[in-house]
């Protein structure tokens, strides 16, 4: 692969990642809290909703994918989905650290 064509896959995989994001973006949060579902979690596992108990949660979400990675590696049939995953709950991560209402 050349520098070029990697930087075609990586763009075209970032329209993916994007995609992907806008089609489950309902199942992370509710209508006026885009981290509900962290922040639900986090209450219930760790006794409070903060930022570093929601990023907990993101963290054991997101180690399901990578369990599954390290286990089965390439062969695995969600292999691309999983790092897709994985790059979505990066992104809503950097989006935590930076909510000002988190």
């Not at 885009?34 to 903060?50: C, E, I, P, T, W």
């Not at 570093?52 to 997101?62: P, W």
């Not at 969600?78 to 790059?87: C, G, K, N, S, V």
Request: with cysteine; proline share 1%; net charge neutral.
């Amino acid at each position: 692969m050349t520098p070029e064509q990697l930087q075609d896959l990586i763009i075209s995989e970032c329209r993916e990642i994007t995609r992907l994001f806008q089609e489950k973006n309902k199942g992370y949060g509710n209508s006026q809290d885009a981290f509900y579902n962290f922040r639900q979690s986090a209450l219930r596992l760790h006794g409070s909703g903060d930022k570093e108990n929601m990023l907990k949660v993101l963290v054991t979400l997101a180690d399901k994918h990578w369990v599954v990675l390290a286990d089965k590696g390439m062969q695995d049939s969600d292999f691309t989905e999983r790092l897709r995953d994985i790059a979505v709950y990066a992104l809503i991560g950097i989006a935590m650290k930076g909510d000002k209402v988190a």
